[in-house]
């Protein structure tokens, strides 16, 4: 079954704003404060994650609920902090699912 709402993230943009590049200083700046402190936040989460699974022998869904919502906050983000579109995005985390398309 075929889910029309993907869409694919990394794709070539001919045609580039100017002044877009002016303002994308000051967005890689807001969202590089952002990821770093939800980095910070996730690799503590990480650690947290590495003891329980050390000593409980099990995992836990939030901590990897919060691992995973970092790097699709980084993911999402990429094409443009790459300057490969001109499609902002949000500066704080929002609700993005990544899929890997098998087969």
């Known amino acids: 079954m075929a889910d029309t709402n993907l869409e694919q993230l990394f794709l070539y943009e001919h045609d580039a704003g100017r002044l877009e590049l002016l303002v994308r200083i000051a967005y ?3 969202i590089g404060i952002v990821a770093w402190i939800y980095g910070l936040v996730t690799f503590i ?3 947290i994650q590495w003891f329980s699974i050390l000593i409980l022998g099990k ?3 939030g901590l990897s609920d919060f691992a995973k919502g ?3 906050y980084i993911v999402h983000r990429m094409p443009y ?3 490969m579109t001109d499609r902002r995005p949000a500066v704080l985390p929002d609700a993005v699912k990544i899929f890997e ?3």
Do not use: D, F, K, N
């Open 28 to 30: 890689w700046i807001a």
């Open 45 to 47: 989460c990480l650690v």
């Open 59 to 61: 995992r836990s869904q």
């Open 70 to 72: 970092y790097l699709e």
């Open 81 to 83: 902090m790459y300057i």
């Open 101 to 103: 398309e098998t087969g």
